[in-house]
């Protein structure tokens, strides 16, 4: 089929690769975002997806409104038989998924109709999901409701990072999207609606939600903060310097009140609404993330400071 591929950041090149080598499709076009400013200068850089496709010789699309009337009438001129999307990061107008004649195909990092939006792998790894997924489905103009071609599970480890389980899954998920197009090609694959129950939504995560709260359990504060890692990134604010925190160990330690630190020669435990948390690592404004113990000897941590 000739494909149009959407997408923009990194957990889409599996897929993209995946179909630009497949000897059944041929990548036509690749849909991203405009580039965005990147580096300490902030000078514009084309997307993960972006220089993929230019290093293979592939048309870029960059369309400001990708919903305008001109975009409509350029895809219809690239006649593409489906688009294949992966974290494209727009919502599509009716016009513009009416365009090929197989639509638009989503790959979603999740089982659906658990977790539709932004944050899948995010909000699976802070409810405390032992599994989760990736989906091929049908776009519709609603937010991840389409019906669904296929399925992957994956076992969420209870060390999982976000940036961890969705390298797992944007592998996995790039096979899961490679057969689905086939079998649409061959015609012997139909969508089937999703379930009318189950339906959980992860609207995407902003810096403040990604503050570390330690009034709540132990257990909640290491899945919360492995949500966000790398991003946005968990932090929390001790004394009046803000930093970043990289996952947390709960492990058996003498009480502390939520926010109170100990720090001693070889570890750094924060308080919360349990158990107390072995810090990892801590990355202090303008550093690179170091061993906690360390950062508490370079800080000279008051004993009535706490984490907040």
């Not at 000739?2 to 997408?7: E, I, K, Q, S």
């Not at 990134?233 to 970043?244: E, F, I, L, Q, S």
């Not at 924060?270 to 170091?290: D, E, F, Y």
Request: charged content about 20%; overall charge neutral; aromatic content about 4%.
């Amino acid at each position: 089929m000739r494909l149009v591929f959407a997408g923009t950041p990194e957990p889409a090149l599996p897929s993209l690769q995946r179909l630009i080598a497949s000897p059944r499709h041929e990548v036509v076009a690749v849909l991203t975002r405009p580039d965005a400013a990147a580096g300490r200068r902030g000078k514009p850089a084309p997307s993960p997806v972006a220089q993929v496709a230019l290093d293979h010789d592939i048309p870029v699309l960059r369309p400001p409104k990708p919903n305008s009337e001109e975009f409509v009438a350029e895809l219809r001129e690239l006649g593409p038989d489906c688009c294949a999307v992966v974290a494209y990061g727009a919502l599509l107008s009716q016009r513009l998924l009416a365009v090929p004649a197989h639509g638009w195909i989503n790959l979603h990092f999740s089982l659906l109709p658990a977790w539709r939006g932004a944050a899948p792998v995010q909000a699976a790894i802070a409810a405390g999901d032992t599994v989760t997924g990736a989906t091929t489905f049908l776009i519709e103009p609603a937010l991840d409701s389409g019906p669904v071609y296929g399925v992957v599970t994956e076992t969420i480890r209870p060390s999982d990072t976000a940036g961890e389980l969705l390298t797992r899954l944007a592998d996995s998920g790039a096979h899961l999207l490679e057969s689905t197009l086939d079998g649409i090609a061959d015609g012997r694959l139909q969508a089937v609606p999703q379930p009318a129950d189950g339906i959980t939504v992860a609207p995407k995560i902003t810096v403040e939600e990604a503050r570390v709260r330690w009034d709540l359990p132990a257990h909640v504060v290491d899945r919360r903060i492995r949500a966000v890692t790398p991003n946005p990134g968990a932090w929390t604010v001790v004394g009046d310097v803000r930093v970043k925190l990289g996952p947390v160990t709960v492990e058996p330690a003498d009480p502390l009140a939520p926010g109170e630190i100990r720090a001693t020669k070889d570890a750094v435990h924060v308080g919360t609404a349990s158990a107390p948390v072995r810090l990892g690592t801590v990355q202090p404004p303008g550093k690179k993330p170091m061993n906690a113990a360390d950062w508490a000897r370079g800080a000279r941590l008051d004993a009535s400071v706490r984490a907040q």
